[in-house]
């Protein structure tokens, strides 16, 4: 985890440089909230729904940071990154630091280029950082128009820049017999710093969903890892009810920190969907590898085996709970 840390903050540094020249009330995007917009949706008719999730690095690749690469290489990732979504043909995508027309990586629009590219007729991104220099933050691509977007900002901290979400919904219909269902897709990028902030994300991400009462699957860079004390892949899993994929396993690395893969990348399911395929792509388009899940809907069938239960006091207290740098 050093290694990460030392590789991140150089990178964060660097970020600073142009972060700094951002007015402040311009840097940050406020929340956003669009539709609905059922008239032109269509559900999604296949037994069981592909998913990919991939931290795209700013178009960088595993370059150290993106200001470092020119603006040719960057187009040149980003194409390698659609080559793949292409193969993997994924009913939804969803992606982390990726781009809005932003002076390190291009100025244009990353998600925009790698829908059209990809061949996704809707694709949404939301700039968690926002200004006249820089702007990012993570989007999702779908094959069917979202009924609801939500973008979503976490509140603004020290040091490192805003994170946030974007949640998409989608109609799907996994059986043709019965009706379809609604399900919320949510692309999440979490603080890589501090794990007490995380731990506050986490309790923002989870007030939201309490509210929305129906499937969902949550898929993103958590820089968290199960096996770590005071885990916040852990509580989100135990008090939002959710089931990952073999949590334990040491087999499921994401982030190349150069000496070992760490599992930084989750995708939770709520308990009335299940896994079917579960796998980390090899391909090296990013610094973080892909994943890709297919899923299928289960009803009240099955309990969450991913995950113990957690008392109430454990998840009513996240928001103020306090925890050391990991």
């Known amino acids: 985890m050093r290694r990460i840390l030392f590789n991140r903050?150089?990178?964060?540094?660097?970020?600073?440089?142009?972060?700094?020249?951002?007015?402040?009330?311009?840097?940050?995007?406020?929340?956003?909230?669009l539709g609905p917009n059922v008239a032109i949706?269509?559900?999604?008719?296949?037994?069981?729904?592909?998913?990919?999730?991939?931290?795209t690095a700013h178009?960088?690749?595993?370059?150290?940071?993106?200001?470092?690469?020119?603006?040719?290489?960057?187009?040149?990732?980003?194409?390698?990154?659609?080559?793949?979504?292409?193969?993997?043909?994924?009913?939804?995508?969803?992606?982390?630091?990726?781009?809005?027309?932003?002076?390190?990586?291009?100025?244009?629009?990353?998600i925009g280029y790698l829908a059209q590219a990809a061949g996704y007729p809707w694709d949404v991104r939301s700039d968690h950082v926002k200004g006249r220099r820089l702007n990012y933050g993570t989007g999702l691509l779908s094959r069917t128009a979202f009924q609801e977007v939500i973008s979503h900002d976490f509140p603004e901290t020290r040091l490192t820049l805003r994170k946030g979400f974007t949640l998409g919904q989608i109609e799907w219909q996994p059986d043709e017999n019965k009706p379809s269902i609604t399900v919320d897709i949510l692309s999440v990028h979490l603080d890589f710093f501090r794990n007490s902030i995380r731990k506050q994300q986490?309790?923002?991400?989870?007030?939201?969903?309490?509210?929305?009462?129906?499937?969902?699957?949550?898929?993103?860079?958590?820089?968290?890892?199960?096996?770590?004390?005071?885990?916040?892949?852990?509580?989100?899993?135990?008090?939002?009810?959710?089931?990952?994929?073999?949590?334990?396993?040491?087999?499921?690395?994401?982030?190349?920190?150069?000496?070992?893969?760490?599992?930084?990348?989750?995708?939770?399911?709520s308990t009335d969907l299940e896994f079917k395929r579960y796998e980390v792509l090899p391909d090296i388009v990013s610094d973080h590898q892909a994943m890709v899940v297919e899923v299928s809907y289960i009803g009240g069938k099955q309990q969450n085996k991913g995950s113990s239960n957690a008392s109430s006091s454990q998840c009513n207290g996240s928001a103020t709970a306090a925890g050391q740098p990991d």
């Open 41 to 55: 949706s269509q559900a999604i008719n296949t037994e069981t729904l592909t998913l990919l999730t991939l931290n």
């Open 9 to 33: 903050l150089v990178s964060a540094l660097l970020l600073m440089i142009v972060a700094t020249t951002i007015p402040a009330c311009s840097q940050i995007a406020s929340p956003v909230l």
């Open 202 to 269: 986490i309790s923002s991400l989870l007030r939201i969903l309490e509210t929305r009462k129906r499937p969902v699957i949550i898929l993103g860079d958590f820089n968290s890892n199960w096996l770590a004390k005071d885990s916040v892949i852990r509580h989100l899993a135990e008090c939002g009810s959710t089931r990952v994929f073999e949590p334990h396993s040491i087999n499921l690395g994401t982030y190349n920190s150069g000496e070992h893969l760490h599992r930084l990348d989750w995708v939770l399911l």
């Open 59 to 110: 178009g960088r690749k595993d370059a150290l940071n993106q200001l470092l690469v020119p603006g040719t290489s960057i187009l040149n990732n980003l194409d390698e990154i659609a080559a793949l979504l292409r193969e993997v043909d994924a009913d939804v995508v969803a992606l982390q630091e990726v781009d809005g027309p932003s002076v390190w990586s291009g100025n244009f629009d990353h």
